[in-house]
């Protein structure tokens, strides 16, 4: 197999993986100038994003299909792809949980959560540019156990966030709406890990 179509896949990982990266940054600014009136055009603005994402998983299957050779195995490639996918659309239904339940104004808490996803989602890009090196990089390893604890780090967020909301706010709807909002933030973080959790196993079964 020539190194340009080895490189197809890990390359269109790294790509998939920084329109996460993109999104993530853009809920950011959704956030924290956040206006009520600007939601639609923001839905569609993140959606976008995860419409690119998805294009690029299609471009991916659509070549699996016809290989015969592939650098890894092709239930690994699959899952990867499903894998990194997944991050962009949690990432994109946070905004649409928002959306969906016309919340008017941004706990603060939902950001510093977010700032947390921010950095899983770019250990996960610095793992992918690592991950064609896998059979001998000495720094996967490291990637991996920073995602892992700053998924730790967005559990003990969630939770905290989760008990600040049910002894502190009184508003039964602003309750409902924020568990909402608040799960699909931890899912985000899962995501990522699902990722590392994905090259972990590569690295495992090809040493």
Known sequence: MSKKQDSFYFDNFLEC?????????????FLTDF?????????????????????????L???????????????DIAQLSHNIDEMTDKIEEVFIRIYMNNVQTIRPEAVAMLDLIIRCCEEVCSLLEEFPNFRRSKKLKEYIIRINTLEEEAD??????????????????SVIAWREIYTYLEKCAD??????????SVVMNNS
């Open 191 to 200: 995501a990522c890990e699902h990722v590392a959790d994905g090259v972990e």
């Open 156 to 173: 003990q967020l969630f939770i905290s966030n989760m008990r600040k909301l049910h002894t502190e706010e009184e508003n039964l709807f």
């Open 35 to 59: 206006e009520v009136k600007d939601m639609d055009r923001k839905l569609d603005e993140i959606h976008s994003i995860e419409h690119s994402a998805d294009d690029k998983k299609h471009q």
């Open 17 to 29: 993986a920084r329109l996460s990266c993109q999104a993530a940054h853009l809920l950011k600014t």
């Open 61 to 75: 299957t659509d070549r699996l299909a016809k290989a015969f050779i592939t650098p890894i195995e092709r239930e």
